[in-house]
């Protein structure tokens, strides 16, 4: 089936330590996209890419990496830079058109720091 | 930054009721969507009103978009159990992202 598989969905850091996570699509959606959420709040953009090679920061990229090698990978670095990195991190994807359509969102990965 | 700011933060209401949801923005989009999202799981796509309309309907979803005011709102009618979710807005400003609202937390009570 079509989708976005985000890997792990429970993943625990201690601090000073980079961790990254997974994001795969086969929907062979041009545009991808990192989200973060906290408790009871709405989503905010890490960064986003709407083709291979090529990516731009969102509204709070300041401690995160991303690469786009390939059209169906978008992993997400958190380094140790990001000064409170316990969230919910969801990847999503849609086709790139003249608007922003409908986002297809992967299932999310939570990040614990000890 | 958060374009969208929904209301009420939260809602109960008992089965088969209907619920109503608001959604304001600052900007002028291209579209605005509405998406659930299940608790701890990710979000989905219920439907996308584009400017130039200003109703929609999916099954029991009706969306109203009035772009003066800048605001839409979501109405769910004939409520179930299923229905229990946190439901965002989300526009499109013409510059290739979506921007999330903080969302409404909806219960569905049996």
């Known amino acids: 089936d079509g989708g976005i598989t985000q890997s792990p969905k429970y993943l625990f850091r201690k601090e000073g330590q980079n961790v990254t996570l997974s994001c795969e699509q086969n929907l062979n959606h041009d545009a991808m996209y990192w989200y973060r959420q906290d408790p009871g709040q709405g989503l905010r953009l890490i960064y986003y890419?709407?083709?291979?090679?090529?990516?731009q920061k969102g509204d709070i990229a300041e401690g995160y990496s991303v690469s786009r090698e390939k059209k169906e990978s978008f992993p997400l670095t958190v380094t140790s830079a990001q000064k409170n990195p316990t969230a919910f991190y969801l990847c999503a994807s849609s086709r790139l058109s003249g608007n922003t359509g409908e986002l297809f969102f992967g299932e999310g990965s939570r990040l614990t720091v000890l | 930054s958060q374009q969208g700011e929904e209301d009420p933060q939260a809602l109960s209401i008992q089965e088969g009721e209907n619920a109503t949801m608001n959604c304001s923005y600052k900007t002028s989009i291209n579209n605005l969507q509405w998406y659930r999202q299940n608790s701890g799981r990710g979000l989905v796509h219920l439907i996308l009103?584009?400017?130039?309309?200003r109703e929609k309907h999916s099954g029991r979803l009706r969306v109203t978009l009035d772009t003066s005011k800048k605001s839409s709102s979501l109405l769910i009618t004939a409520s179930r159990a299923a229905d229990t979710a946190s439901y965002f807005c989300?526009?499109?400003?013409?510059?290739?992202?979506?921007?999330f609202g903080a969302g409404t937390t909806v219960t569905v009570r049996a």
């Open positions: 989300a526009t499109d400003a013409g510059d290739y992202k979506l921007s």
């Open positions: 890419s709407q083709i291979v090679n090529d990516f």
């Open positions: 009103i584009r400017s130039n309309e």
